[in-house]
């Protein structure tokens, strides 16, 4: 499988959580969670960095 697909499969995962009824009425932490996914998968250069706040607020 190529990365793409794994990545596909993994937004898919994030994308199912969110929607559970652990995430029902929890708009924020469905944010975050899908900020991070996305990160984590789209910034491959990020993984040994650290996450600053601003980053998070922002979303850049």
Avoid: H, W
Wanted: net charge negative; glycine share 4%; no cysteine.
């Amino acid at each position: 499988m190529s990365s793409v697909e794994d990545s596909q499969r993994m937004m898919a995962q994030v994308e199912k959580i969110i929607r559970s009824s652990v995430f029902f009425g929890a708009e924020t932490s469905s944010k975050l969670l899908l900020f991070l996914a996305n990160r984590a998968l789209n910034t491959p250069e990020s993984s040994g960095s650290s996450l600053k706040e601003y980053e998070i607020a922002t979303g850049n």
